[in-house]
């Protein structure tokens, strides 16, 4: 699968994603240009400060912030999905420390390898699990994933939500 192959099936299954391509227009640091964001914004007025991305694709290591999956190396992606905790609980086991110093979280897991759902290798104690480069047969895996992220995107957008609002 590539990045654009798995933004098409986002945009396309998911009703009322936002799908946003950082860049100078849309008021992103440089560094995050290039990445795609994917938010629950149905009516597409929230404020940026209210976007939480369900899932994003990442390009490129983000200097010493997050950089233990080497996305620099050439065709390289991160897929990441925010899940449950009950879910990374079993996929994983018990959510790591925040990362210390290194600013990896510890969890055993090899952050340069390909085709691997993993904990994220900095928001795994948020529930974020990732894959570099998904083969087809593991996006079709993660697609389970994929729809528990949107589910927990619609059911926080209806929390914000004044009653009555869509």
Not at 114 to 122: G, T
Not at 129 to 146: D, G
Not at 161 to 166: T, W
């Amino acid at each position: 699968m590539d990045e654009a192959s798995i933004t098409r099936y986002i945009a396309d299954t998911f009703d009322g994603v936002d799908v946003v391509v950082a860049s100078c227009e849309t008021g992103a640091p440089e560094v995050a240009w290039g990445d795609t964001f994917f938010s629950y914004d149905p009516d597409r007025d929230l404020e940026p400060k209210h976007r939480l991305p369900f899932v994003t694709i990442v390009t490129k290591d983000y200097g010493d912030f997050d950089c233990a999956s080497n996305l620099n190396r050439p065709g390289v992606f991160r897929l990441n999905i925010g899940v449950s905790k009950d879910t990374y609980h079993s996929l994983f086991g018990p959510q790591p420390s925040p990362p210390g110093a290194s600013g990896v979280g510890d969890t055993g897991h090899d952050f340069t390898a390909v085709d691997q759902l993993m904990p994220h290798p900095v928001y795994s104690p948020q529930s974020w699990v990732c894959v570099l480069n998904p083969s087809e047969a593991t996006f079709q895996a993660i697609r389970p994933l994929l729809a528990e992220a949107y589910e927990l995107a619609v059911r926080r957008y209806a929390k914000r939500r004044p009653a009555g609002e869509s």
